[in-house]
């Protein structure tokens, strides 16, 4: 690769990062819209209070947090609007390569629909829309992550052999995106609606046993890229599991230690929501490794699957 392609490339990778970075913006506000139960800080969409979206004065609101963190939202929504334009725009400027072109498209249909779904929550003030909103904010949140690692690691591959995976494990690496997911909809069931406490409990338990068994092979996988996104799924677990029980201690008191949880306090405000942001982390590192799974399967790096049926599985070359 010459050094005019690096660049290309590099200017891509650093634009797909600020994207990622710039995304946690409304999330995190998002999440502390949430927590505080400010989503109908404003009865009105696209305006607010009636006045245009772009002129309201937010910082007077400073002493009003409802209002301040609901409109700190649709602000930061129009700017990850913005960057998401931009993202298209250096894509476009940059990459010959069609599925990059149609990712960062992705993403930035992704943002105008998420514009729309909160719109639409506060015009018809509905929960089970708020609570929809959460969750397409994280799968949003997962495929700028995923773009950035696509781009980022595009032509720096290495042709490294794994034999730690079964069939069985391999499974469990490729599901596990969709069981973290299935958490994180109860989580939003009860911090939307009050429901399903004890089912969210039960799924955190059997997404860290999942992890737990998909850790202990990547961490001893051959491969380097493996072990590095076990690195993530680790950090991101970890992460999780801790805000989790912060949470549960903030949020519903610990009585057999005499800890009384109080409402609506900083710490309980900081914990709950970071623990909604961690939740999107936590998908979009298992999604990560289940596509660094398929990548290393379809390429026939992974010796196990092949054993299982005798015949290798298409090299990319094959496939394209």
Same mark, same amino acid.
């Given at each position: 690769m010459s050094d005019q392609q690096q660049q290309i490339n590099l200017n891509v990778q650093r634009f797909a990062v600020l994207t990622c970075v710039v995304?946690?913006?409304?999330?995190?506000?998002g999440a502390?819209?949430?927590t505080l139960k400010a989503g109908m800080a404003f009865a009105d969409w696209p305006t607010s209070d009636g006045q245009n979206m772009l002129l309201y004065p937010w910082l007077n609101d400073l002493r009003h947090t409802d209002k301040f963190v609901e409109h700190g939202h649709r602000l930061a929504g129009v700017l990850i609007g913005l960057v998401s334009i931009g993202l298209v725009a250096v894509t476009f400027a940059y990459e010959q390569r069609r599925w990059a072109r149609m990712c960062s498209i992705a993403i930035l249909l992704a943002v105008i629909s998420q514009g729309l779904l909160g719109g639409m929550r506060v015009r018809m003030d509905a929960q089970v829309?708020?609570?929809t909103h959460s969750i397409t904010g994280g799968l949003f949140f997962t495929?700028?992550?995923?773009?950035?690692?696509?781009?980022?690691?595009?032509?720096?591959?290495?042709?490294?052999?794994?034999s730690r995976f079964s069939p069985v494990t391999f499974a469990f690496?490729?599901?596990?995106? =969709?069981v973290v997911l299935c958490q994180y909809i109860l989580?939003?069931? !009860?911090?939307? @609606? $009050?429901?399903?406490l004890h089912e969210h409990v039960a799924g955190a338990i059997v997404v860290s046993l999942i992890a737990i068994v998909v850790l202990s092979v990547l961490f001893r996988s051959d491969s380097e890229a493996l072990k590095r996104r076990g690195k993530w799924l680790l950090s991101a677990l970890l992460v999780q599991? =801790?805000?989790?029980?912060?949470?549960?201690?903030?949020?519903?008191? !610990?009585?057999? @230690? $005499?800890?009384?949880a109080t409402v609506n306090s900083p710490a309980q405000n900081i914990t709950c929501s970071l623990h909604t942001v961690g939740g999107m982390f936590l998908l979009a590192t298992a999604s990560a490794v289940a596509m660094e799974l398929i990548r290393k399967a379809r390429m026939g790096q992974i010796t196990g699957l092949s054993d299982l049926t005798g015949t290798s599985i298409p090299t990319e070359g094959e496939l394209v």
């Open positions: 995304a946690l913006l409304p999330i995190v506000f502390l819209t949430t829309l708020a609570m495929l700028c992550f995923l773009f950035a690692v696509l781009v980022r690691n595009h032509g720096k591959h290495k042709t490294d052999q794994d690496g490729i599901l596990l995106p =969709g989580g939003g069931f !009860f911090r939307h @609606l $009050g429901r399903m599991v =801790g805000l989790g029980l912060g949470s549960w201690v903030t949020k519903l008191g !610990f009585p057999a @230690l $005499g800890w009384v």
